[in-house]
């Protein structure tokens, strides 16, 4: 049995590889052929980030590797002779925090390298080091309030109930939307800060979209990113009442107002074809097949990893596997994200214009520097939105320079 679990890890592993590898042939290649949709320079500059950001996951991907075998091999035993006596709802619960805890350490070499060296060098992250420490501190503490408290709960309904795998499902998922129904008003104020959009008569086109739409929020905010990075966004956050749109101050700097409306019509293009409720429904099923496999293991699992049969070894093999269950139905979950964004990207052309669209999606490509191009396999299992050659091509836009 661990020999099977190891073989599989493995194949999992070298389909990562891979795929990594094939994106940087593809675009090593690609970056010789003329530019197109970005500037000239940042063609270039964005076919290096990719190839960087590449070979980056191949280095992660071979460390997690190595992670995921001192865990089977030796790791959880010995943390489950440190932890675990009993096996009760606080031993477990001790056991879990202390493993994800000691992955959270072992990650932050390639977290702190790829924040203050890696997309530095891209232009990417403004962030200081006192932030840094800041924001790992807060979610630190997040993690602790919200993260112990939902593996105890857990941990309880593994030890009290023989169907516990359906229960902590249910129990998951309803932490999950709570969770994202406070979001907005709650955590992310935690990180960074949300003024009113200033902006009166951007304000008042947003809220006639808005309405069209059918969309109530509390508000219309920007937020501070280029505190952290020079990237541009923006989102719908929340659920319910909850619910806010908020644009980023970087965003608010690069696009005129009506690439921002377009913008924004892409995005509420998600709300009006209920993609947010199909998002949720998705995240229900993914979690539902990962809870009845990782409930349903035999007993021939924990003995092959040496471990005692309880809610410690139930929840970190979840942890420890749940990422390869995920990443088989990646493909499937990116179909249906990549059609989803077809529509939302018909929606927004309607509120504003097509071309006002394509010019604002070309600029955000062009400072985000992302690569117009990719491989197919890596289009398959990594990407939720469609090339944007081929989201220029639906719209009608010639991506020829």
Same mark, same amino acid.
């Given at each position: 049995? /661990?020999?099977?679990?190891?073989?599989?890890?493995?194949?999992?592993?070298?389909?990562?590889?891979?795929?990594? $590898?094939?994106?940087?042939?593809?675009?090593?290649?690609?970056?010789?052929?003329?530019?197109?949709?970005?500037?000239?320079?940042?063609?270039?500059?964005?076919?290096?980030?990719?190839?960087? +950001?590449?070979?980056?996951?191949?280095?992660?991907?071979?460390?997690?590797?190595?992670?995921?075998?001192?865990?089977?091999?030796?790791?959880?035993?010995?943390?489950?002779?440190?932890?675990?006596?009993?096996?009760?709802?606080?031993?477990?619960?001790?056991?879990?925090?202390?493993?994800?805890?000691?992955?959270?350490?072992?990650?932050?070499?390639? @977290?702190?390298?790829?924040?203050?060296?890696?997309?530095?060098?891209?232009?990417?992250?403004?962030?200081?080091?006192?932030?840094?420490?800041?924001?790992?501190?807060?979610?630190?503490?997040?993690?602790?309030?919200?993260?112990? !408290?939902?593996? $105890?709960?857990?941990?309880?309904?593994?030890?009290?109930?023989?169907?516990?795998?359906?229960?902590?499902?249910? &129990?998951?998922? $309803?932490?999950?939307?709570?969770?994202?129904?406070?979001?907005?008003?709650?955590?992310?104020?935690?990180?960074?800060? *949300?003024?009113?959009?200033?902006?009166? =008569?951007?304000?008042?086109?947003?809220?006639?979209?808005?309405?069209?739409?059918?969309?109530?929020?509390? %508000?219309?905010?920007?937020?501070?990113?280029?505190?952290? @990075?020079?990237?541009?966004?923006?989102?719908?956050?929340?659920?319910?009442?909850?619910?806010?749109?908020?644009?980023? @101050?970087?965003?608010?700097?690069?696009?005129?107002?009506? =690439?921002?409306?377009?913008? /924004?019509?892409? =995005? !509420? %293009?998600?709300?009006?074809?209920?993609?947010?409720?199909?998002?949720?429904?998705?995240?229900?099923?993914?979690? *539902?097949?990962?809870?009845?496999?990782?409930?349903?293991?035999?007993?021939?699992?924990?003995?092959?990893?040496?471990?005692?049969?309880?809610?410690?070894?139930?929840?970190?093999?979840?942890?420890?596997?749940?990422?390869?269950?995920?990443?088989?139905?990646?493909?499937? *979950?990116?179909?249906?994200?990549?059609? +989803? =964004?077809?529509?939302?990207?018909?929606?927004?052309?309607?509120?504003?214009?097509?071309? &006002?669209? $394509?010019?604002?999606?070309?600029?955000?490509?062009?400072?985000?520097?992302?690569?117009?191009?990719?491989?197919?396999?890596?289009? &398959?299992?990594?990407?939720?939105?469609?090339?944007?050659?081929?989201?220029?091509?639906?719209?009608?836009?010639?991506?020829?320079?």
């Amino acid at each position: 049995m /661990l020999m099977l679990i190891g073989t599989l890890y493995f194949f999992y592993v070298v389909l990562k590889l891979y795929i990594s $590898a094939s994106e940087i042939s593809f675009v090593s290649h690609a970056k010789s052929l003329p530019a197109i949709i970005l500037s000239d320079e940042n063609y270039q500059k964005a076919a290096e980030y990719k190839i960087a +950001n590449e070979r980056f996951h191949i280095v992660s991907n071979l460390y997690d590797y190595a992670l995921f075998l001192l865990w089977i091999t030796f790791g959880l035993k010995t943390l489950e002779t440190l932890c675990i006596n009993e096996g009760g709802v606080f031993q477990s619960t001790v056991f879990v925090v202390s493993f994800v805890a000691i992955n959270y350490i072992l990650a932050l070499p390639f @977290d702190i390298y790829s924040t203050f060296v890696k997309d530095k060098k891209f232009g990417f992250s403004t962030i200081s080091v006192k932030t840094y420490l800041f924001d790992n501190i807060k979610s630190a503490i997040i993690f602790v309030i919200l993260g112990t !408290l939902m593996i $105890a709960l857990v941990s309880w309904i593994i030890l009290s109930f023989s169907l516990w795998w359906l229960w902590s499902f249910l &129990a998951v998922f $309803a932490i999950i939307l709570f969770i994202n129904m406070f979001y907005p008003t709650f955590i992310a104020p935690i990180f960074n800060k *949300f003024t009113p959009l200033e902006d009166s =008569e951007l304000k008042s086109s947003i809220e006639v979209l808005m309405q069209k739409a059918g969309l109530k929020s509390s %508000g219309i905010f920007t937020m501070d990113a280029s505190k952290r @990075d020079n990237r541009l966004n923006a989102y719908f956050g929340g659920l319910g009442k909850s619910k806010r749109v908020v644009l980023f @101050d970087t965003l608010l700097k690069k696009l005129n107002s009506n =690439e921002l409306l377009a913008v /924004l019509g892409h =995005e !509420l %293009g998600h709300f009006k074809h209920k993609d947010i409720l199909k998002n949720i429904a998705v995240t229900a099923a993914l979690l *539902f097949v990962l809870f009845a496999l990782f409930g349903n293991l035999p007993n021939d699992m924990y003995e092959a990893l040496n471990l005692k049969s309880g809610a410690h070894s139930a929840i970190a093999i979840f942890l420890l596997l749940s990422s390869v269950v995920s990443f088989v139905m990646m493909p499937l *979950f990116g179909y249906l994200s990549r059609k +989803n =964004e077809y529509k939302a990207d018909e929606y927004g052309s309607e509120c504003e214009s097509k071309e &006002a669209l $394509a010019s604002a999606l070309i600029k955000l490509a062009d400072e985000n520097k992302s690569f117009p191009r990719s491989h197919f396999l890596y289009i &398959a299992f990594y990407h939720t939105h469609p090339p944007l050659v081929e989201r220029l091509k639906a719209l009608g836009v010639d991506t020829a320079k």
